[in-house]
């Protein structure tokens, strides 16, 4: 399969905790994206991390790559009810292809 | 303003009949991916041009063609679309890589009838 691997699939967490996902590729990358999709709306990007970089924070998110294990994670931090929605990681290769992780759907309960 | 647009936003097509879906840029960017995308699923990397350099990935059906005539546009042709083909079909765009993020459309939600 093209795609990497999220988990977990499905994640439900009160508002103002901490929410933590995590993305497993395959291929050797030049970079890696998180992106955020609400239910039957487009991709909305939120951060890119290069392949020599090992963490990167944008406002409340904080992603790590780890190219040994070929791993990545995403912290959303004080979550709110309006993080609810699919994150998905996404991997461009060597050979410009792009591919996204299964996903994982989050809920924010208020 | 919309930097990767994708016309038209919603297709109704009958089975068999071909269809097809448009992308333009205004990013100049090298590189354009084609991707479907199912209910509750993630997007699936269909193929992706590297300027007029077109990349087909191994489990993409015949079915599915495209066509690049010029660095901003970018067609998906769906030659006999079937029941199982309606989804989301989303396209982005790319500089070179390693550091640019990738763009991308609004998608045209296809449906087969």
């Known amino acids: 399969s093209q795609q990497g691997e999220e988990d977990p699939q499905a994640l439900s967490i009160q508002e103002g905790e901490n929410a933590t996902m995590n993305c497993s590729y395959k291929?050797?990358?030049?970079?890696l994206q998180w992106y955020r999709q609400n239910s039957g709306r487009g991709l909305v990007h939120l951060i890119l991390i290069r392949s020599n970089e090992r963490e990167k924070h944008s406002g409340r998110l904080r992603v790590t790559l780890d190219t040994s294990k070929k791993s990545s994670s995403l912290l959303i931090t004080a979550s709110r009810a309006a993080d609810t929605a699919s994150y998905f990681c996404?991997?461009?290769?060597?050979?410009?292809?792009?591919?996204f992780g299964t996903g994982t759907s989050l809920t924010v309960i208020p | 303003d919309a930097m990767v647009i994708q016309n038209p936003r919603y297709q109704v097509t009958q089975f068999g009949k071909p269809v097809t879906l448009s992308c333009s840029q205004t990013?100049?960017?090298?590189?354009m991916y084609w991707y479907q995308q199912k209910s509750s699923q993630a997007p699936k990397l269909l193929f992706h041009y590297y300027d007029k350099d077109f990349n087909n990935e191994a489990d993409t059906p015949d079915n599915f063609q495209s066509r690049r005539p010029n660095t901003s546009f970018c067609f998906l042709d769906i030659r006999s679309p079937g029941l199982g083909d309606a989804a989301m079909y989303l396209c982005?765009?790319?500089?070179?890589?390693?550091?640019?993020?990738?763009?991308f459309g609004q998608g045209t939600r296809l449906t087969v009838v």
């Open positions: 996404a991997t461009l290769n060597t050979g410009n292809q792009f591919y």
């Open positions: 990013l100049n960017h090298n590189v």
């Open positions: 291929t050797s990358i030049n970079n």
């Open positions: 982005a765009t790319s500089g070179d890589p390693p550091n640019t993020e990738a763009f």
